[in-house]
């Protein structure tokens, strides 16, 4: 055999198959620093907030408030995360968190509350409350339960 051969004895090795990437969960809505949002803000999903709201925030996810992020809005949440500044009522259907760093002017109604230590909240807190959403189903399952029965002297009118 020569040396220097023409053909080529290494096949060539098929290219590394790409792996997808995990799919993505639940992505979380960021509003950047330096990003200014005013209006009513709503999303069904997590929501990371770094820059400025002014309005109202409603998600049916947790809302994490940035330590340089500034928050001038009546807020609903299922859950919050607050290491920045928020002006205005916050009402969470589950957890409230509230780093050291939180500085809250509103009031805050939660079913649970933790607060770490150098955090300002200034405004009413309540805890453990239901909260409205659940006393309305709950209003609902006992409007559906009742049973309409006639009273006696109304069935009596209504035979004759």
């Known amino acids: 055999m020569s040396m220097f051969s023409s053909r080529s004895t290494d096949a060539p090795f ?7 990437s995990a799919p993505v969960q639940h992505a979380a809505t960021v509003i950047a620093h330096g990003v200014k949002v005013e209006g009513d803000f709503k999303s069904q999903g997590d929501v990371v907030i ?12 947790t809302l994490t408030v940035g330590t340089e992020a500034f928050i001038k809005a009546d807020i609903q949440a299922d859950d919050i995360i607050v290491s920045g500044t928020v002006e205005g009522n916050l009402t969470v259907e589950k957890q409230a968190v509230l780093h050291s760093s939180a500085k809250v002017k509103g009031d805050l109604t939660a079913e649970r509350i933790t ?41 009596a009118k209504a035979a004759s």
């Open 50 to 61: 770094e820059g400025e709201v002014q309005g109202s925030v409603t998600t049916a996810g």
């Open 14 to 20: 098929p290219a590394e198959a790409t792996r997808a």
């Open 115 to 155: 607060v770490e230590s150098g955090a300002v909240v200034d405004g009413r807190v309540q805890v453990g409350l239901p909260s409205k959403k659940a006393v309305k189903e709950e209003s609902k399952a006992k409007a559906a339960a009742i049973v309409d029965v006639p009273e006696p002297e109304t069935a």
